[in-house]
């Protein structure tokens, strides 16, 4: 069965800093799909990103940066120069081919003005 | 592209009764809906998987005939919450795919129903 794994329970940065919120997958499926979404306090989840597992590239976009290693089954999201903005649950997510969405625990993120 | 809409987004229902909660896909058809529940402070849970026109397939552990899923037609999914109990309070939030989007595996996610069973 599919399994998404983030270990940080909470984060807490001071705004403009860096921080990088870790998630591990496993999966026996060789086609997959990889997601992110951010959790506001309102509860809508906001898309991020989808990766299938043929693209390994690296992708930036704006602040957010992700960096996917199929070897260590790794899908890392960073955020540059955080925000307060930026303050929320983030949710890592692994999709298989019967389409069923598995969920991380989340990762809540708290930025300091 | 690609909304989904739920209704209501908050509720408060006394423990006995029953509550249904609309899911709507507003500018495109959903073969398949999803249903997630999430406590508080936890992560979304999968529910029970629903294609239009057939029955719904449970999660393990998710009862069917508390949690009522009609899904009718191409854009409108129901979950139906019967004889709620306060255990049953819960932030629900559906999903929904079609064949035709533009990447494969999508799920576009309602806005979510707060339900609070007093």
């Known amino acids: 069965a599919q399994k998404v794994t983030q270990a940080q329970t909470e984060i807490s940065v001071v705004e403009k800093e860096d921080v990088t919120l870790d998630c591990v997958y496993e999966t026996r499926d060789t086609t997959y799909y990889l997601f992110w979404y951010k959790q506001p306090p309102s509860g809508e989840l906001v898309f991020l990103i989808r990766r299938n597992s043929f693209d390994e590239q690296n992708e930036i976009s704006g602040r957010y940066s992700w960096n996917f290693q199929k070897s260590t089954s790794s899908f890392n999201f960073t955020i540059t120069a955080s925000q307060v903005v930026d303050s929320a649950v983030y949710f890592c997510a692994l999709s298989e081919v019967n389409n069923d969405m598995r969920f991380g625990a989340g990762t809540r993120l708290t930025v300091k003005p | 592209g690609a909304v989904v809409s739920q209704h209501p987004s908050r509720v408060i229902c006394k423990s006995g009764t029953s509550v249904k909660i609309e899911c709507r896909s507003l500018d495109f058809q959903a073969t398949t809906m999803f249903w997630y529940r999430q406590f508080p402070k936890q992560s979304l849970m999968l529910m029970a998987t629903?294609?239009?026109?057939?029955?719904?397939?449970?999660e393990q552990g998710v009862e069917k005939d508390k949690f009522l899923i009609n899904h009718a037609s191409l854009t409108l999914s129901t979950l139906t919450v019967t004889s709620a109990h306060p255990e049953d309070s819960s932030f629900y939030i559906c999903?929904?795919?079609?064949?035709?989007?533009?990447?494969?595996?999508?799920?576009?996610f309602g806005p979510g129903t707060r339900l609070t069973v007093t």
């Open positions: 629903s294609n239009e026109g057939s029955k719904a397939t449970y």
């Open positions: 999903s929904a795919s079609s064949p035709g989007q533009r990447s494969p595996n999508e799920q576009y």
